[in-house]
């Protein structure tokens, strides 16, 4: 019950960064809030490894090239591409298309891993490329047929295939979750510092933009992989990667809570999407048991048929 709680909690919370991250781009820039949601989430997600993890430091750092390469691929590239998408697409969109990233890293690890994935998994990436190419048409098939795609809609696809070669360099990385995702953090911050300052990337200047910020700082990067990695103590990895199909399902409930509409391709689009995940899950390989949280992975470094970005 407690694993179930820490699990529904921590999507919700990474739904919102969907809902928030879009409102914020009204008036930011996706460099100038990627910057500052890790500079400012970077010292408390060191601490929080240490006081979790409690990792052999000099055996981490040793790692630093994986961990750059991670960083520069998951934290900072695809964040960017992620909240550039949400400048030019509706949130919602945005969730339910990367709601179909455990096929695409499937694909992936089949031809860069020659993983073999069953007959069942095969269905499912089918399942979820067709509800994919249905929300990014928006119903009309003419779109697909002359590439008439929205800028926003390339930009999350772009962000979800620089997951899938992220998730795929991660399986190699052995740092315990927290530490793993603390350092890349750090060094994303630090990597991303001289294009802030070129770009003029400053603090927030607006009320709505500093809560938009402390949001996506508090909740989707501290809460949720606080959140996460103690449920992961409770429960397998299997089982929590189910829990992120609530990821699309909270951004549609918070979207229709703020008024906003949702189409008829959009509703049968998010159930292809999360059907063929579930089905891709289904005809992979067999849940681990749970392990502690040394050798447990977060989302970021987690088994690749399981996991997707927030």
Same mark, same amino acid.
């Given at each position: %019950?407690?694993?179930?709680?820490? #699990?529904t909690?921590a999507?919700l919370?990474?739904?919102?960064n969907?809902?928030? $991250? @879009?409102?914020a781009?009204?008036?930011?820039q996706p460099l @100038?809030?990627?910057?500052?949601?890790?500079?400012?989430?970077?010292? !408390?997600l #060191?601490?929080?490894a240490?006081?979790v993890?409690?990792p052999?430091? =000099?055996?981490?750092?040793?790692?630093?090239?994986m961990?750059?390469l991670?960083?520069?691929?998951?934290m900072?590239?695809?964040?960017?591409?992620?909240?550039s998408a &949400?400048g030019h697409t509706?949130?919602l969109?945005?969730?339910?298309?990367?709601a179909?990233? !455990?096929?695409l890293i %499937?694909i992936?690890?089949?031809?860069l891993l020659?993983d073999r994935?069953?007959? #069942?998994?095969?269905?499912?990436?089918?399942l979820?490329?067709?509800?994919?190419l249905?929300?990014?048409?928006?119903?009309?098939?003419? =779109?697909?047929?002359t590439?008439?795609?929205?800028?926003?809609?390339?930009l999350?696809v772009?962000?979800?295939?620089?997951?899938g070669f992220?998730?795929?360099?991660?399986?190699?990385l052995?740092v315990?979750?927290?530490t793993?995702t603390?350092?890349?953090?750090?060094?994303a911050?630090?990597?991303?510092?001289?294009?802030a300052?070129?770009?003029?990337?400053?603090?927030?200047?607006?009320s709505?933009? $500093?809560?938009s &910020?402390?949001y996506?700082?508090l909740?989707p990067s501290?809460?949720?992989?606080?959140l996460?990695?103690?449920?992961?103590?409770?429960?397998?990895?299997?089982?929590?990667?189910n829990?992120l199909n609530?990821i699309?399902?909270?951004?549609?409930?918070?979207?229709?809570?703020?008024g906003q509409?949702?189409?008829?391709?959009?509703i &049968?689009?998010g159930v292809?999407?999360?059907?063929?995940?579930?089905?891709t899950s289904?005809? $992979?390989?067999?849940p @681990?048991?749970?392990?502690?949280s040394k050798?447990?992975?977060s !989302?970021?470094?987690?088994?690749p048929a399981k996991?997707?970005?927030?």
């Open positions: %019950m407690r694993a179930a709680l820490y #699990l909690l999507t919370f990474w739904a919102g969907f809902v928030v $991250g @879009q409102a781009m009204e008036t930011m @100038q809030l990627t910057f500052w949601r890790w500079a400012l989430a970077a010292v !408390p #060191l601490v929080l240490q006081a993890d409690r052999d430091w =000099r055996a981490v750092l040793r790692r630093w090239p961990l750059l991670l960083s520069c691929l998951g900072s590239a695809y964040t960017l591409l992620l909240y &949400l509706s949130a969109n945005a969730s339910l298309v990367t179909a990233n !455990p096929a %499937m992936l690890a089949a031809i020659r994935p069953g007959p #069942l998994s095969w269905v499912g990436v089918a979820g490329l067709a509800g994919v249905l929300i990014l048409a928006g119903g009309n098939l003419q =779109r697909l047929l590439f008439s795609i929205d800028a926003g809609e390339w999350i772009a962000a979800i295939t620089v997951w992220y998730t795929i360099a991660a399986r190699r052995s315990p979750a927290i793993s603390a350092v890349q953090v750090a060094m911050a630090v990597v991303l510092v001289p294009f300052a070129a770009t003029g990337a400053g603090l927030p200047a607006t709505s933009e $500093g809560w &910020l402390a996506i700082v909740f501290l809460g949720s992989y606080l996460w990695n103690l449920a992961l103590k409770h429960t397998t990895a299997a089982n929590a990667g829990y609530l699309a399902v909270f951004t549609a409930i918070i979207t229709v809570a703020l509409p949702v189409t008829v391709p959009q &049968l689009g292809l999407v999360i059907s063929g995940v579930l089905l289904a005809g $992979g390989k067999a @681990q048991r749970p392990r502690s050798s447990t992975s !989302p970021p470094s987690a088994s996991f997707r970005p927030r």
